[in-house]
């Protein structure tokens, strides 16, 4: 079965320090990923996806993620982080089931940033 | 363009009563979602829609919720009767088609409080 893991629930930041958030996922065949970001008491907006292209990938708001096949990992980073950058963030991953597609979301990882 | 419209954004009920959600996609979006979040979880599919039939409902409770999309177009979701357990955020979400890699575009939610 497919699966996603986002290790740290909470992860907490200085406004200009790098922003991490690791995704591994598990899948049987090759997978499309996702990564979602949620502000407070509004629905997702995909930040970023990877579609078997490039390995690297640039989404919005300065973020990026690098597909490694070997370590099963999409991991989210963005250079410097900004206030702004506080939010819940989803790793995802797409499968098709029976014909039809599913999107599998990792339990989230609440970012943090403080001055 | 408009993005996917929800309604209510949050509702109060008290346990046993019926409640009912309203979901607008977006115009085109011949494929919808309705998820589940819970406090700290990533979203959970409950019923998914090829226009106006149901594909993917296998984890939705029949025996209190239903659903329909009339016309292809708007969905409702519905809970009868209330427990306290389905307090939680209830999203909509659409795309274009149901293929792995399209993205899913999310509506703000509708957070249920049962009492």
């Known amino acids: 079965a497919q699966s996603v893991t986002q290790l740290g629930s909470h992860v907490s930041v200085s406004e200009g320090a790098l922003v991490l958030l690791r995704c591994n996922y598990s899948?049987?065949?090759?997978?499309?990923l996702f990564w979602y970001v949620q502000y407070p008491n509004q629905g997702l907006q995909l930040l970023l996806k990877y579609t078997s292209a490039a390995t690297l990938v640039k989404g919005i708001n300065g973020f990026e993620a690098e597909f490694k096949k070997s370590e099963t990992s999409f991991h989210l980073t963005k250079p410097s982080a900004h206030m702004s950058d506080a939010a819940e963030y989803f790793c995802?991953?797409?499968?098709?089931?029976?014909?039809?597609?599913?999107?599998?979301f990792g339990a989230g990882t609440r970012l943090a940033v403080h001055p | 363009e408009a993005g996917v419209v929800q309604s209510p954004r949050y509702k109060i009920i008290e346990k046993k009563q019926p409640v009912a959600f309203w979901c607008n996609p977006i115009s085109g979006h011949n494929t919808l979602y309705w998820y589940l979040q819970n406090l700290g979880q990533g979203p959970e599919l409950l019923i998914r829609?090829?226009?106006?039939?149901?594909?993917?409902d296998s984890q939705l409770p029949k025996d209190r919720f239903s659903a329909e999309r009339l016309k292809g177009v708007d969905s409702t979701l519905k809970i009868q009767p209330a427990e306290l357990g389905d307090s939680a955020v209830y999203l909509c979400?659409?795309?274009?088609?149901?293929?792995?890699?399209?993205?899913?575009?999310f509506g703000p939610g509708t957070r249920l409080l049962v009492l």
């Open positions: 995802a991953v797409s499968y098709s089931s029976g014909g039809y597609n599913k999107l599998i």
């Open positions: 899948s049987s065949v090759p997978p499309y």
């Open positions: 829609y090829e226009n106006e039939e149901a594909v993917d």
């Open positions: 979400a659409s795309s274009t088609s149901g293929r792995e890699q399209e993205t899913q575009y």
